[in-house]
Structure formats: C-alpha cells, structure tokens
C-alpha cells in the first residue's frame, strides 16, 4: 500500500485548489445508470474510490472512461443488473447502485458493500426506503436480490437522516410512476448537488437539502455535463493543517457556508479566517487554544469526516478538549495511533478526551481507514522527528496525492 514519510515543523504557507467532493461524486456517477446517454462529471477527482466505483460500472457494462480532469460515464450498453462482488467489496458506495438500477432495469442484485471499517454502517434504512417504494427484496447467498417491477411513487421516513439512503432512495423514485415523500431525508450538501443533476437530466426533484425531499417522477433521464461541488471535507482538512502547523494558506474553489461548523469551531481556536465567495483564507500563529466540546452531527453539525482530523488538532492545542462521536460507535481508531505519537487521548466508548501537549514525536504508525488516517498525516507534520504513516492506500481512497498538496503548501512529506 505504501507509506508517507513526514518530518515535522514546517509552517504552511501558499494557495491551493482544492479537489471536487468524493462524498458528492460518487453518487453521481451511480446516478449516471439512470439514462442511456452520457453522462460528463466535470474535474472529476483521481482518487481509488472514484477508480473503484469506475470498474463496478464497467462491470455492469457501462463505458467509462477520462478526458482529462473530466469522468465520463455511458451507461448506454449497460445491460447487467447484477453488480460485481469484488470491487463492491472494496467500496461502501455501490449501494448506492442499488436505486439507479432498480429505476433502469427493474431489477438490482448487490452484494454486501464494503469500505471504511468505522462501525457497525448498516443498509436496513435503504432497504427499508426502497420497500416503501414497492420493491420487493430478499437475500439470497449473501447477495440483496431487488424486484423494482411494481415499484411506483410513496411515503419514506427515515428513522435517521442517513445520507446514502437519502441518495438511494432519490435515485431509486426518479423515475418511478407518481410522488415520492422523503422525510427526516439527510440535509448534506451532496444530496442537494445530487437533485441538481437528477433535475439537469430531466428529473423533478425538490427539497434536496431540508428534510423533505420530494420526486415526481418520470419516464426518462437524459445526459448531462455536470460540475460536482467542491470537496468540503478535503477542504477542512487542509484548514485544520494550517491551524495546526501555524502559516497561511488560501484554499481556492470551496463554499465557505459548507464548512461553517468548522470555520466556528477554528475561530475559538484562535485561527483567523477570512472568507470569500469561493475561497477562504486561513491564519494560524502559535498553538491553537483547545475548545472545550465538539459534538459530531448529520449537516449542519460537525461532519463524523472531519472528527480524525479535529482529534489531531486537540492533541497539541493549549488546554482539554473533548470530542463526542455520534453518527458511528468505532469511530477512534486513530486515537491509538496519535498516543503512539505522544498524545494524551484518553477514549470511552464514543468519547474522547484530550488533554493538549507541547509537542508530539515522530512515530511509525497505521492508517486504519480514510479520515483516520489524514489525521496522522497532520500529526506527523507537527510532530518533531520523522513520522511514517502506514497502510496510505486509506488516505488514497479519497485525497487526490495528498502529498502534492501538502508540499506544495511547504509540508516535509513524501511517498515511499
Ligand atoms: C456518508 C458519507 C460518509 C460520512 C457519512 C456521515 C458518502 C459516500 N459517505 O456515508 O463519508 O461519514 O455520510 O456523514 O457520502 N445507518 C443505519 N442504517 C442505514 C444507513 C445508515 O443505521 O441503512 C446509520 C449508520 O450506521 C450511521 C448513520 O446512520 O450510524 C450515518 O450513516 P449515513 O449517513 O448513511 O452514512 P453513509 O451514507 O454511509
């Protein structure tokens, strides 16, 4: 998988353009099986993810292929409604595939999905949503086997706002005879990005953003060119390095509302924080002042993605601070790892407790899964001494060569 080799104590410094959402074109591509014409994804990211959710594509018949920054997605030969197991391991987000077939073909086997090992990440709310609609769903040898024939317009509650199922569920009631209510449907920015395309396509999609989303649906979906929002996640990160490692930096194509409850939470911290229309600047000087709690929370509240990161950042900031993680219970693998590193992390169950050091030391430690694992690539370039971080083919599911954009920023990092 490959390892990043860090040294500490640089300040960061420089403009970077950050990459479009993983979270936001994933789903997208997905939604690309809805119609028989192409579908164009605009500075689509390179990152494993979007590679992987490519071949299960392809393996589904679709064509799929690049054209620079851009993704390219024929769905017109598709003609399989059986999804790959193997890549579909790999990927949490082939679900998503399972409401674009059920609105294509009718019918929809899928395996167990994969991807980050940070909880228990049931699917009963989209096979609960998708009953709803009129599917009719059984398991047979591990695989979810999907009739969508008599599927047609109706009411869902979603007992929690989950973001896939929203997504699922959408893209499942497109192109379903009659309404479609979604209540208690996920508020994330990516859902409303996914209905703006649905609606470029043909679709009558409205309220992607509240918690009631409703679908009319339609016969068909054309193609589209499309440009995904920018990576909110990807952006934070970057803003909590800055904070961490002290400097400047200008984050060039982001949506500054999107990242609110960071921008808060970092201001407390002694961070100054300039926002534009599409850009934001950040400042940091000497440690950041730790904020006494930090609760994790579906949109607008504290994105579960940026948890890792924020944990990182308490670690050397000045003070106690505590994290609560509510939408996944194993969320702190990465604590182990940072306390490897001189952090004094202490977890029960979804808490963690930390109590700010002067300094951590270089390490060698393991990336345990995506967001984790961004969290030791910050630390290493605070900490003093050489860190080696471990397994980065987690870091490389979802950062476009974080290592590019950390350098280019005045990062000591490489890949080994
Ligand atoms: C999406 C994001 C992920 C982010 C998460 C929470 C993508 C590709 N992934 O994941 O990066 O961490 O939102 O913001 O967009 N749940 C159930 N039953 C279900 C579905 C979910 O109980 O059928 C629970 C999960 O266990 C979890 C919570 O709901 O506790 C949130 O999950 P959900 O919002 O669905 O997250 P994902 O869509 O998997």
Redesign the pocket.
């Known amino acids: 998988m490959g390892n990043f080799a860090i040294t500490g104590g640089n300040r960061l410094r420089g403009e970077v353009e950050v990459q479009t959402s ?2 936001a074109v ?2 997208l591509m997905a939604a690309a099986v809805l119609t028989g014409e192409p579908v164009r994804l605009r500075r689509c990211p390179a990152i494993a993810d979007v590679r992987n959710m490519g071949e299960i594509l392809t393996g589904l018949g679709c064509e799929v292929s690049r054209e620079g920054e851009d993704l390219i997605i024929d769905a017109g030969p598709a003609d399989r409604c059986e999804m790959p197991t193997g890549p579909a391991k790999e990927l ?2 082939s679900i998503f595939l399972l409401g674009p077939m059920l609105g294509r073909f009718g019918r929809a086997v899928v395996a167990y999905p994969g ?1 980050c090992d940070i ?9 609960k949503g998708l009953a709803c609609l009129g599917a009719e769903i059984s398991e047979q040898g591990g695989a979810i086997v999907c009739d969508g024939r008599k599927m047609r317009g109706g009411l869902v509650h979603l007992d ?6 929203t997504e699922n569920i959408m893209m499942a009631a497109v192109r379903a005879k009659g309404r479609t209510r979604i209540l208690n449907a ?1 508020k ?1 920015p ?1 859902i409303a990005d996914l209905q703006a395309m649905l609606n470029r396509m043909g679709a009558r999609v409205y309220g992607a953003g509240c918690s009631t989303v409703e679908i009319e649906g339609v016969e068909e979906l054309h193609g589209v060119e499309f440009r995904p929002i920018p990576d909110r996640i990807a952006a934070g990160t970057l803003m909590i390095a800055c904070a961490m490692c002290g400097g400047e930096i200008l984050l060039k194509n982001v949506i500054p509302e999107h990242l609110s409850s960071l921008i808060f939470k970092l201001r407390e911290s002694a961070c100054k924080i300039t926002l534009f229309d599409d850009k934001i600047r950040i400042a940091a000087n000497g440690r950041p002042r730790n904020v006494h709690k930090v609760e994790t929370s ?2 607008p509240g504290f ?3 940026l948890q890792a990161q924020y944990l990182a950042l308490l670690t050397v900031g000045e003070g106690t601070g505590m994290i609560l993680e509510t ?3 194993t969320r702190f693998k990465h604590a182990a790892e940072l306390i490897r590193m001189g952090a004094d992390i202490t977890v029960r169950d979804r808490i963690a407790m930390v109590r700010g050091v002067e300094r951590l030391h270089g390490a060698e430690v393991r990336a345990h899964d995506l967001r984790g694992g961004a969290a030791l690539v910050l630390a290493g370039l605070v900490a003093e001494g050489e860190t080696v971080v471990r397994d980065i083919g987690h870091i490389d599911r979802g950062y476009e060569r974080l290592e590019d954009t950390l350098s280019a920023l005045g990062g000591n990092i490489r890949r080994t």
């Open positions: 993983k979270n994933l789903p949490r987000s991807g909880g228990l990440r049931p699917i009963d709310l989209h096979l929690f706002p989950s973001v896939g199922a996920a994330e990516e579906p949109y994105p579960t993605d939408i996944f219970e």
